[in-house]
């Protein structure tokens, strides 16, 4: 916290802050918890929209997924980041990052249904590196929590980069589902003065004190060792049971059609999640720091009120409900017999006047204006320039042209994922449609009976994002962001964070869709003052109508026409789609149009192969889709009566094996075969996730 910031706090409670009250306005006014240098840029981005049932300023957005048997569903979105303490301490680090995303999913009143990560990690070919050892300790610990709590890991990407060797990058998604008319909000409910802030999970200790300061730090390699305490410790059991016993919570109050403020608890410990939950009614609060269950005696005031201890949550509840809930966790589902400590405990009262107390043995450690507390602070900083425009990173078609095609495909940011994506499971409770690395995007069906499923990608541009759920079939409805740039301090550096929120709500609004939720993740730079490439990570949310429109990403006949189709043919792509004149699709990257028919042929059943006459130029194609076409003649008549004809073409036919047996991607006279293009795509990443 900086001098003038002391000075303000000072000003503001008209006195100097106690210990505890310094805590507290460190974590709150915190990059992590404020947003104070992002916030007013944020307001830049389109969140409205036909589909948004609920955008951001709660835990997590919620769009319209479909209606079956008369009852609306919607999904649930929510995007973080859990960077600094994946650097610091991978495994740990990257599994918090799971629980916290499930978190904000579940206290929407929502089932947790799927997940998806986004991994950016630095050279890993030395096998003795430490930037080895975090890119493999973080994806040990997506897989180890999110395989025990039983959600299925369903999109992502990774890539690797020099610019990342002492910061990676851990983004994680998760979507729930939840009935439109039975959403929890994050917030006091109204009238609820005098109702019990009831506080759910294992029990405190000091892990991941100081977190919220934590992730507003420069790295110091010096300081690594400190680093480690403000980390938390995963228990990913514990969360399985606390889900569970959370969803019967939700069946009790709809049953007694009780009202309730439910909320999950972050970097602010108790204190940010009870002051943010009660600021957002309107109300105040009052807290006894001697009620919390804790893990060991004599933690100081401070550490229980804003220590960032994994696998909490907070419930405002009507005192008449109380006891029952409490029932339901520590007797129906036996917290205190899963974990040491662990249960459902009262620990305080909403208070209709809006200050924010809490009490420690017989002193009142904290007495502050909640208001002043959770939302006084924002920072409109300098920026040396507009920034340079936000460019996918890093792009690899130019490769496909100088080195040649196998060359790409073995590269560590062509290769295949599936050494690495196959370490989580894809289908745990048998709603997956399409796997990861089955598609773009993954799809899952997660209400049963209904002809609609919902699909998600995640990608390094809204463009691409978009592209990449189009070429499943499904219908974009939203989007996610996590942005990861680097010291605010640094002109420089905040100047790309203003060029990328610019170009991402110009992007948002050419697709006329809506963000309804993100994160910002800041300070991502060495002690040495060398930032991580920019690096906006999107996540979209699609709706796929009819789950037999479906498609995937294999070739699925020979000798079928191959069409390039440019991003502004959008609208001509999804009624292809729903027409079933699709096959089989890929959302062009930056890799390009040869990459994506590598990879096509690889995903086919059988071996199939593709022409391209004499396009070299198609490697340098990014931006649409190449698609496989069912009925040439039908699409050709959809495309020209939509679209102009600079943004659509035939480019190629699918091909089967000659007489010798040998199945090749060939352009013009080059030809490539397909077993050798397989061998060096599948090998890379195989040695690092073995």
Known sequence: MRPDELRRIAEGLGREPTIVELHAFDAQWSEHCSYKSSRHLLKQLPTTGPDVVLGPGEDAGILHLGEHNGVRYGVVIAHESHNHPSQVVPFEGAATGVGGIVRDVLCMGAEVIGLADC??????????????????????????????????????????????????????????LVKESEIIHSRAPENSAGWDIVLVGKATDASGFGGASFSSLTLEEANQEANKSAVQVPDPFLKNVIMRASYRVFEYLREKKITAGFKDLGAGGIMGCTAELCAAGGYGAIIDLDDVNVAVENLPPEVI????????????????????????????????????????????????????????????????????????????????????????????????????????????????????????????????VIARGRADAGVIAPVPGAPFGVALSVGRSVSEAVRKVVAVGARPIGLTDCLNFGNPNNEEHYAQLVRAVSDLANDAKKFELPFVSGNVSLYNESSSGTAIPSSPIIGCVGVVDDLR??????????????????????????????????????????????????????????DFGAEFGGAQAFVDQFDGWLIEVADPEAFAHLAATRIPSEAWRRVGTTTVADLEGEVDISVGESAHDLDELRAAWSKPLTEIYA
């Open 549 to 606: 429109n479906i498609v995937t990403l294999g070739f699925k006949h020979p000798e079928s026409d191959l069409y390039f189709i440019a991003t502004p043919g959008l609208a001509v792509v999804c009624e292809a789609m729903a027409k079933r004149l699709v096959l089989s699709a890929s959302a062009l990257g930056s890799d390009g149009l040869l990459n994506a028919a590598a990879r096509m042929a690889f995903a086919a059943d059988n």
């Open 305 to 432: 009120a804003v220590g960032e201890t994994q696998e909490r949550l907070c419930w405002i509840l009507p005192g008449d409900a109380t006891l029952d809930v409490l029932r339901i966790y520590n007797e129906e589902f036996s917290l205190p017999e899963i974990a040491r400590g662990a249960r459902a405990v009262v620990i305080g009262a909403v208070q209709s006047d809006k200050r924010y107390v809490m009490r420690h043995g017989s002193e009142i450690v904290m007495d502050v204006p909640i208001d002043f507390l959770t939302g006084a602070i924002s920072e409109e900083r300098p920026s040396a320039c507009h920034g340079e425009p936000v460019e996918p990173s890093p792009s690899s078609a130019q490769r496909a042209r100088d080195e040649g095609l196998r060359q790409l495909l073995s590269g560590l940011n062509a290769c295949s994922r599936e050494p690495l994506f196959k370490q989580y499971d894809a289908v745990v409770r048998g709603t997956t």
């Open 119 to 176: 991994l950016r990690f630095g050279r890993v070919e030395d096998p003795n590196s430490h930037q080895r050892y975090v890119a493999q300790q973080v994806v040990d610990g997506i897989a180890a929590y999110g395989n025990a709590i039983g959600v299925p890991n369903i999109a992502g990407d990774v890539y690797f980069d020099e610019g990342f060797n002492d910061n990676c990058l851990v983004n994680v998604i998760a979507l729930g």
